[in-house]
Structure formats: structure tokens, C-alpha cells
T-cell receptor
Framework: DQQVKQNSPSLSVQEGRISILNCDYTNSMFDYFLWYKKYPAEGPTFLISISSIKDKNEDGRFTVFLNKSAKHLSLHIVPSQPGDSAVYFC??????????????FGKGTHLIIQP | DTGVSQNPRHKITKRGQNVTFRCDPISEHNRLYWYRQTLGQGPEFLTYFQNEAQLEKSRLLSDRFSAERPKGSFSTLEIQRTEQGDSAMYLC????????????FGNGTRLTVT
């Protein structure tokens, strides 16, 4: 059973426009959510995170929105740039001390920025 | 900036052989994690350490897998009697471990079992 789902395997966006990547989760106990970016032959790179007590977190061109009632989060990138082309992973974590301290990842969305 | 370092980057081995991977975390991080990633999937949690103590192991970690972090610094992941299904990218990550903090990943070791 997949607890973190990224239903779009790929997304194509024109340079300069907004990219919106979506993620759904099933475990309401998750309290910390992260987005990672991955280039080929490299490890995932941390982008931005959000605690479950917030509904929005912003860092430069990246904004993460969390809708706890819908168990949904999204990553907005604006404006999209060619260097943003990568695979984006959504990840979630249970509260510390409760075991299962590792992150649970989605399968990723391949974002392609077209010139 | 010394990030998480993993060695080797690539390993090709024959079925039945043993392999060992090494991970050097960011120096001030006391938590260290091992993940495995196969094609088209996200990273899957294998195990993690708080300093030298191995606090959790996923059911994905069969008896053929063992991880150590003897002095609370670098860690090794050993796979005994490798099988073709072990072919994957093995990722190491570290974090500060105080409150919610992001994991920082290395570039992984790609294992191919022939």
C-alpha cells in the first residue's frame, strides 16, 4: 500500500510559467512533509519542507501548500526555469519517537521545462 | 561544503558474492539513514542510526543485509550472497536529528548484480 502518491509520472511546462506538482498521502499521522529534486546519477536534493501545523511555506521561487483535510500537498515553482527540469519527489515523515523515523517517498514526477 | 559521501559510486558483482558500501555523513549530523531506489520508484527506507545505535530496520532489510556505524561516524552496508533483485541504487542520508529536519542525501552507490 502506497502511503504517499504522486499520480503524475511526468509534467511538461513552458519556461517562465508556473509548475505545479501534486502529492497525496493516506496516513493522517504524517506531520512533516518535504520535496526533493533529483537529477540523473545524483542523490535527491532537499528543496523545501512544511510542518503539519502550517498550510504554506515559501522559499524564493518555491512554495509548498498543505491541505490536511484533503491529505494533499503541492509544490509551486514560479517562474519555471530550464534548470528545474528534474524528477521531483514528495516525502512524508511520522512524528519522531514513534518509530518509522525514515521518510516515505512517492514515486516521483518528471518535470520537463520547455524553452 | 562537505556533503554526504558514498563509495564506491558503482559496483558490479556476480550473483552470490558479498559487497560492502561505505557512507560518510555530514560531520555534525548524528542520524544516518540507508535507502534503496529502483527504476521508476522513490527511495525506500532500509534502516537508520542515531549515533552508533541502529534504531530501526525496514522489513525490506533481509537477513542478508547488515549495516553498522561503529563509532557513530561513517557507516557500512553489507549485502551477503547477492541476488539479481538486489540491483538498485543504494542511497545514504544524514540529518541533525533534532526535531523535524531534512535528510541530506549522498549520490548513491549503484549496484549491478550479474
Amino acid at each position: 500500500d502506497q502511503q504517499v502518491k504522486q499520480n503524475s509520472p511526468s509534467l511538461s511546462v513552458q519556461e517562465g510559467r508556473i509548475s505545479i506538482l501534486n502529492c497525496d498521502y493516506t496516513n493522517s499521522m504524517f506531520d512533516y512533509f518535504l520535496w526533493y529534486k533529483k537529477y540523473p546519477a545524483e542523490g535527491p536534493t532537499f528543496l523545501i519542507s512544511i510542518s503539519s501545523i502550517k498550510d504554506k511555506n515559501e522559499d524564493g521561487r518555491f512554495t509548498v501548500f498543505l491541505n490536511k483535510s484533503a491529505k494533499h500537498l503541492s509544490l509551486h515553482i514560479v517562474p519555471s526555469q530550464p534548470g528545474d527540469s528534474a524528477v521531483y519527489f514528495c516525502a512524508a515523515r511520522l512524528p519522531s519517537g514513534g518509530g518509522a523515523d525514515g521518510l516515505t517517498f512517492g514515486k516521483g514526477t518528471h518535470l520537463i521545462i520547455q524553452p | 561544503d562537505t556533503g554526504v559521501s558514498q563509495n564506491p559510486r558503482h559496483k558490479i558483482t556476480k550473483r552470490g558474492q558479498n559487497v560492502t558500501f561505505r557512507c560518510d555523513p555530514i560531520s555534525e549530523h548524528n542520524r544516518l539513514y540507508w535507502y534503496r531506489q529502483t527504476l521508476g520508484q522513490g527511495p525506500e527506507f532500509l534502516t537508520y542510526f542515531q549515533n552508533e545505535a541502529q534504531l530501526e530496520k525496514s522489513r525490506l532489510l533481509s537477513d542478508r543485509f547488515s549495516a553498522e556505524r561503529p563509532k557513530g561516524s561513517f557507516s557500512t552496508l553489507e549485502i551477503q550472497r547477492t541476488e539479481q533483485g538486489d540491483s538498485a541504487m543504494y542511497l545514504c542520508a544524514s540529518s541533525r536529528g533534532q526535531g523535524p529536519s531534512p535528510l541530506h542525501f549522498g549520490n548513491g552507490t549503484r549496484l549491478t548484480v550479474t
